[in-house]
């Protein structure tokens, strides 16, 4: 999950512990588990957006990972990429 927060989306890691890490998301975080305890669907996160100036890259580090995304159509610029746990993640840019 470091890989896909960190390196392919690009969050910068506030701090990490032996369980855990802190991700910096425009000024909040995700708190995320790294024990592997639950199962996927269990608890697991089912929809959030990061809005980005950077869809296009994003998505296509996230497609070369071989993560899944779709393209919905829109005004302004989305995409959906799919998480390690299977949660759907939305990146989105506002174009004037």
């Not at 999950?1 to 998301?25: A, N, Q, S, V």
């Not at 608890?43 to 990061?50: E, M, V």
Request: with cysteine.
């Amino acid at each position: 999950m470091i890989y896909f927060y960190h390196y392919l989306l690009e969050l910068p890691i506030l701090r990490k512990w032996d369980t855990g890490i802190h991700l910096d998301c425009f000024k909040s975080c995700i708190e995320i588990f790294l024990d592997g305890i639950k199962q996927a669907g269990e608890g697991c996160i089912r929809h959030f957006a990061f809005e980005t100036d950077h869809v296009d890259e994003l998505v296509e580090g996230v497609r070369n990972a071989g993560y899944m995304k779709t393209n919905p159509v829109s005004p302004i610029r989305v995409a959906f990429v799919e998480g390690p746990l299977h949660e759907s993640i939305e990146l989105f840019c506002e174009k004037a």
